[in-house]
């Protein structure tokens, strides 16, 4: 039962993701008069296909992703070719995709906080502190409670470790309240690079007195709070980024199956985390789509300002296309051994 939950979990938000991604890519090159000559969700082979208005719209069984089939992809010379289009208008194709993957996660988070959800509520405490820590030389004992971060009030410990992991190399200032009941507004510098097992700030916490409370926000509080949420995720997720080049955060890659597998554990905690999942996963999506690799939409901008830059003078049509094959068997080899990599640690527990 818990493989159906994450397979079928997985399964819908692929397709939301995938449908997002195409359809900014699809509605982009309709509107600029580009020919689109098939919409498939998932890669082939073919499950099914119905034409209409001279595009083949297709499920495909492979869920992996979706693609969006345009005439003249690299080749100016077809009629209604990308390829034929303006420099402007080719870029807005190519990134609309990952632009709308971007967008995305707006709609998911406020979704997310209109629905009722289960949230901790308590007195972040603070256990252990680790020594010639940032907290220990600001004066934080055990025993403390924080009771804010930069004035905005704490519920558990979740809260204050996604604040400090938002603000690393930022003073942040805490408001505590010690063992003997007195307060005291403390500035400290979370770490990017802390000693093992010490975290950026240096404190050990938990959530004493925690209790679940049940809440849903209504839109017009919802919405900004899915903005907050999106632009929070944008900055984590670069941080991980700097963390993976200066070896604080592991590089670890995961494929579709530890995908799954993490789509499932999330699905079991309701529909709220799940929104919250798919948002995430999103922001991903649009992130590493957009880098400069062949195959991928960055890839393919990527030979659009080589154009611009070279003053309208394009690569070859069969050169382009030779790169993008290279590279979509490359990543697919890539995909395969992290596919398996992801088999082989579910298997080992």
């Known amino acids: 039962m818990t493989a159906l939950i994450s397979m079928v979990a ?9 449908l997002a991604h195409e359809l900014g890519h699809f509605a982009t090159a ?9 919409f498939g969700l998932f890669f082939p082979p073919r499950l099914l296909s119905i034409k209409r208005g001279g595009t083949i719209y297709s499920l495909n069984a492979i869920p992996l992703g979706g693609f969006v089939k345009m005439a003249g992809e690299e080749d100016p010379k077809v009629p209604g070719s990308l390829a034929g289009k303006s420099i402007a208008t080719r870029l807005l194709v190519l990134s609309a995709g990952s632009i709308m993957n971007l967008l995305l996660p707006l709609l998911l988070f406020s979704i997310a906080f209109m629905v009722p959800h289960d949230t901790v509520s308590g007195k972040v405490t ?15 004992r055990p025993g403390d409670t924080i009771l804010s971060i930069n004035n905005k009030p704490l519920e558990s410990n979740i ?11 930022k003073q942040i200032t ?6 003997d009941a007195t307060r005291e507004t403390i500035a400290v510098i979370p ?10 700030v240096g404190v050990l916490l938990r959530t004493s007195e925690a209790k679940i409370v049940r809440r849903s926000e209504p839109f017009w509080r919802a ?8 632009i929070e995720t944008f900055t984590l997720f670069k941080n991980g980024i700097i963390g993976m080049f200066i070896g604080t955060a592991p590089a670890e890659v995961t494929g579709p199956v530890g995908i799954a597998q993490l789509t499932g ?13 798919a948002a995430f996963l999103s922001i991903n999506l649009g992130i590493i789509n957009i880098f400069p690799l062949p195959a991928l939409d960055g890839g393919r901008v990527a030979f659009v300002l080589l154009e611009w830059l070279r003053r309208g003078k394009r690569i070859s049509p069969k050169a382009e296309g030779r790169v993008h094959l290279i590279g979509f068997l490359l990543l697919m080899a890539f995909l395969l051994a992290v596919t398996f990599n992801d088999i082989m640690r579910i298997i080992s527990g």
């Open 10 to 18: 997985f399964i819908i938000v692929i397709v939301v993701l995938v």
């Open 30 to 38: 309709k509107a600029r008069g580009v020919t689109v000559q098939e």
């Open 126 to 140: 603070v256990e252990d502190v680790a020594p010639n820590s940032p907290a220990l030389n600001a004066g934080i």
């Open 159 to 169: 809260d204050l470790s996604r604040a400090i992991d938002l603000n690393l190399g």
């Open 174 to 179: 805490l408001l505590v309240q010690h063992s």
């Open 191 to 200: 770490r990017w690079k802390p000693p093992e097992g010490q975290g950026a």
């Open 223 to 230: 919405i900004p709070m899915g903005i907050g949420a999106s």
């Open 265 to 277: 554990e999330v699905a079991q905690a309701g529909f709220s985390p799940l929104l919250e999942f």
